[in-house]
């Protein structure tokens, strides 16, 4: 029997086609795709401008330089988050805060962002975690406190606010991963930097572009960081499917969800009330993780644990004043998180072996 990845990039006629056209055209580069992708997708989210990029991680160092953040400002990042997120707060000279989550949504902590800021706190970077928005509150402590909001919308593509907000929308600059994994992919590697601020967007398309003008001349810091014709036709394609692909994976999510709810020593994933969850992955927390994967990998369903080591406790950070520091509600969880298969490209025969092999656990 086949096993049930993780995830499974989708590739269709259209999708090739789109690809072809434009090799065919000759211009690889710097061309009417990328930015079409991004008008698009902007408009998509609701936001002024969107600027392709290489990656996420791309993204998130482009929106720190977009505001002008450096050496001796501290940007808030949660520790129970994939590493870019802290990491380019370090590639920009600044110095990244760890807080903690929250108990039942799993992203950034309200009352742990308070006790963490400090005169010299110029951003908070938000993840929307799994696809799960961020507190809509943020907006507002954020602008009482003259601080940045920068989304890590990584994970998060088409997930909606109580307010009715798309991701890409809600902070001052977001940042979108086209990994194949995602939500939305481009065949490869991608990223997209949006924003909602209109002084940005001029300067969040010459970033990735060397840092020039529209006379061609550099007016600040840049490299080449811009996304290929190529791909942004591939992301153009996929983006009119995306909101189809997502109801696909929020009706699985629901059949995961009353079907996992009496399961022993398993705990379903909570959604914030009046919010649209992306659901990039379904993780339940299990009270013995390695045995619930054994498990799972002998019914030929492929599994994974986010995050096993919080960003404050890896190597990179051994010298980071935080590194030993508790932080109670990522500590219980980190390793008890495990994601199961959650992709729109899942048949129904796949979503019942999966829910099979999770139910017919047994907790030791």
Known sequence: MQRIPMARPTWDDDMRQAALATLDSGQWVKGPE????????????????????????VALWGALNLLDIGPGDEVLVPSLTYIATATCVDLVGATPVFVDVEADHWCVDMDALEAARTPNTKAVIAVHLFGQMSDDRLVAWC??????????????????????????????VACFSFFPSKNLAVGGEGGMMMTRREDLV???????????????????????????????SIGRVQLSRLDSWLER?????????????????????SVRPGTLHAWHQYCVL???????????????????????????????????????????????????????????????????????????????
């Open 286 to 364: 299990v009270d013995e993780p390695e045995g619930f994967r054994q498990h799972l990998d002998e019914q030929g369903v492929d599994s994974r644990v986010y995050y096993a080591t919080p960003c404050h406790r890896q190597g990179v950070y051994s010298e980071h004043p935080q590194h030993h520091q508790p932080f109670p509600v990522t500590d219980d969880i980190a390793h008890r998180l495990v994601a199961v298969p959650v992709f729109h490209a899942m048949t129904d025969e796949e979503v019942g072996r999966v829910i099979q092999a999770v139910t017919s656990y047994v907790c030791a």
């Open 143 to 172: 602008e009482a406190n003259g601080i940045a909001y920068i989304e890590d919308a990584a994970q998060a593509h088409g997930a909606v606010a109580a307010d009715g907000t798309k991701a890409g929308a809600v902070g001052d």
């Open 249 to 269: 994976r929020r009706t699985i999510a629901a059949r995961y969800t009353a079907a996992f709810a009496s399961t022993p020593g398993l705990t379903t994933p």
């Open 34 to 57: 990328g930015r079409a992708f991004g008008e698009a997708f902007a408009t998509y989210c609701g936001a002024m401008g969107g600027t392709p990029c290489q990656s996420g991680s």
């Open 202 to 232: 001029a300067r969040m398309d010459a970033l990735v572009n060397h840092g020039r003008d529209a006379r061609l001349e550099a007016q600040k810091l840049g490299s080449n960081f811009r996304m290929s014709e190529v791909m942004a």
